[in-house]
């Protein structure tokens, strides 16, 4: 069974300033782990992606996440947001077997509010 | 690319009918297609996966009979919600996944539709 923790589910911070969401998460097998952004009633996009290789992923709109596997998390980080940023965005985490992608496990998403 | 619809975007129905949504990858063959449920300001849980030509999996606590799951081509997958009722209205999204021309580790997720029972 795999879990996914985001620890704030809500975090304001104003334009231009640098932003942490955090996400934690536990499983007892290897996990492909992922950061989707939401937007008011729209589907999810995706915005980057650990599979393997270098723990620092950069992803799409200047966002960046880095893999710990001591500590199990998977952070997403941007230097200096803007008030498009503002939305929902999940952490989620998926086992692989060899046919492919396995459903995805979410956390309960970290709201995202940028303040002028 | 990657590119995955959802139709229809919202509807409306009363207690009782059934209501079938359906989900297209438009530009990649989905061997594998995911449908997800999102209750106001929730996360997304996973209802079912589906592979091309078998028989869908779904997660415990999600009734099979209520929640008709097809998959009969690399690119449309269907589900209908039977018998619907208030309790079953919630943001219905799918998601698919393909082993040509897309990464076969990653989920594109359609736009999503929101049903409401009334």
């Known amino acids: 069974a795999q879990s996914v923790t985001q620890l704030d589910s809500q975090v304001p911070v104003f334009e231009e300033a640098p932003v942490e969401l955090r996400c934690n998460y536990s499983?007892?097998?290897?996990?492909?782990l992922f950061w989707y952004v939401q937007y008011p009633n729209q589907g999810l996009q995706l915005l980057l992606k650990?599979?393997?290789?270098?723990?620092l992923v950069k992803g799409i709109n200047g966002f960046e996440a880095e893999f710990n596997k001591s500590q199990t998390s998977f952070h997403l980080r941007k230097p200096s947001v803007h008030i498009s940023d503002t939305a929902e965005y999940f952490c989620?985490?998926?086992?692989?077997?060899?046919?492919?992608?396995?459903?995805?496990?979410f956390g309960k998403g970290t709201h995202l509010i940028i303040q002028p | 690319g990657a590119v995955v619809s959802q139709h229809p975007s919202r509807v409306i129905c009363k207690s009782g009918t059934s209501v079938k949504i359906e989900c297209r990858s438009l530009?990649?063959?989905?061997?594998?297609m995911f449908w997800y449920r999102q209750f106001p300001k929730q996360s997304l849980m996973l209802m079912a996966t589906s592979n091309e030509g078998s028989k869908a999996t779904y997660e415990q606590g999600v009734e099979k009979d209520k929640f008709l799951i097809n998959h009969a081509s690399l690119t449309l997958s269907t589900l209908t919600v039977t018998s619907a009722h208030p309790e079953d209205s919630s943001f219905y999204i799918c998601?698919?996944?393909?082993?040509?021309?897309?990464?076969?580790?990653?989920?594109?997720f359609g736009p999503g539709t929101r049903l409401l029972v009334l």
């Open positions: 650990y599979l393997s290789g270098s723990t």
């Open positions: 989620a985490v998926s086992s692989y077997s060899g046919g492919g992608a396995d459903g995805l496990t």
């Open positions: 530009d990649f063959q989905a061997t594998t």
């Open positions: 998601s698919a996944s393909g082993t040509s021309g897309v990464s076969q580790e990653t989920q594109y």
């Open positions: 499983s007892s097998v290897s996990v492909y």
